[in-house]
């Protein structure tokens, strides 16, 4: 990494302030090739200093190995927080820490276990839903919206079980939505923040935002006083013990943590799922190689996990869609104090835009970045990807949490899913990538689906 970063003039951010509004992925593309640099520096206005990197031995340093200089920025710890409140998503330092001490073994082996059996059932009733639909229906299927209808109910289940209603869901799922959507307009227009004020829509945002606690506040009451255990995530989390004591959390803290779970794990998860059936659409070798595995294997409803274990052309499937469509495209951190990396000087209170996506098709560590190859994640193949070359879970101590637990859900679904039907792309259908927190597809991704 040169000891001076190239710069963008701010002269030309202005001029390309819509296009890095709309889509910033090709223009951040283009500085990477004009500066020939895995790194340089985007100043967001005269205050903000930020670098942009796709280099993996400085993303490695940021993530893992001096991690304890960088935290999250305030997109996550207060844009974000105000709308889903403080927990492991949304909070830096020692209250991360010991939520994160709290909560990680709830998604060990066992735990996950339980959550597959919820999941495991949970597919059945979709894709009657799924059947019932295409039969009375012209077949026509917008996927992002089928997968995030599915996700969410996922997350839903395995939270609060039979706890939960089908309306409540879908009220959740759109709130989560709205408030996501306007922290994303929050990020990048902050020149509107007075007419936000003036106009009301703060005020619309908090009211949405305090229904939502609300909704979720009565469901886990609801449990409390029944006194039932039902081995969902609620019940992990109620009976979670901090080290040393026999507290646990507040309700407030349980709430906060629930809400960061709907927020975290089911846009990015239904983003991958609808990705993938697009993948394997536009490479119909692949989609039968995962027919044939599909034949060749049955889940096990007595031990779920088990069966999706043995699923391992999905998996590498599953990971090469979130090598070309990684649903968490950047992640930020901010350095504390100021450091240096390859003898490159990095400012305290400097923002750290790891570019995950440019990472991810950066032919330096990927050949033929553009073409779809599953095969790159067999097993034996793994042992020689280089570290954060590959990283659509992020790293280091702030691992996504629920890594395994997507991974298993992604595997069923798409297990499911394409043993009971066939999805084509609609043609003449126009597929775009839409970059906000997560990267989603701008149409939806429209299908043609029939039963097999
Ligand atoms: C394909 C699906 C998913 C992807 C790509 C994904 C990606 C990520 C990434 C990149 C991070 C790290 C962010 C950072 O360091 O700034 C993260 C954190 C997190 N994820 Fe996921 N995630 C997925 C699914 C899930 C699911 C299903 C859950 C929960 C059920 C979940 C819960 C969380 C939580 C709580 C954190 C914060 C962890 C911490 O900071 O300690 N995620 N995820």
Known sequence: MPNTLKKVPQLQILR??????????????????????DSFRLNVGAMTKSVITKDPELIQYILQKHNRNYKKSILQTEHLAAFIGQGLLTSNGSYWLQQ??????????????????????????????????IESGNGELLMLKEMSRLALIMVAKTLFSGSITEEQITSIGNKVDYLQ??????????????????????????KIAQELYDLLNEIIDERKQSGEFKNDILDMLHGARYEGTDEGMTQKQILDECLVLFAAGYETTANALSWTFYLLD??????????????????????????????????????ESMRMFPPA????????????????NLYNDEIINLYVYGVHHDPAHWDNPEIFEPSRFEKDKMKSIKPYTYFPFGGGPRLCIGNQFAMMEMQLVLYTLLKNFDFKLKEGHVVEMLPGITLRSKNGIKMLASVQ
Not at 101 to 124: C, T, W, Y
Not at 189 to 201: D, I, L, N, V, Y
Not at 282 to 298: F, H, P, T, Y
């Open 329 to 344: 495209w950047i992640i930020d951190r901010v350095a504390i104090e100021k450091d240096t990396f390859n003898g490159v």
């Open 282 to 319: 536009q490479n119909r070798d692949k989609l039968a190689l995962v027919k044939k595995e599909i034949s060749e294997n049955e889940i096990d409803p007595d031990n779920p996990m088990a069966s999706l274990m043995k699923l391992d052309y999905i998996r590498q499937v599953i990971s």
């Open 181 to 206: 959507a306007e922290v994303v307009v929050k990020i990048r227009q902050p020149m509107f923040a007075w007419w936000r004020k003036m106009s009301g829509r703060d005020v619309k945002n908090k």
């Open 16 to 37: 390309n302030v819509l296009k890095f509004l709309t889509n910033p992925i090709p223009i951040v593309d283009q500085y990477f090739k004009d500066f020939e640099a």
């Open 100 to 133: 994160r001490r709290l909560i990680q073994p709830g998604f060990h082996k066992k735990s996950l276990d339980a959550f597959v059996r919820i999941m495991s059932k949970e597919i059945l009733t979709f894709n009657d839903y799924l059947t019932n639909k």
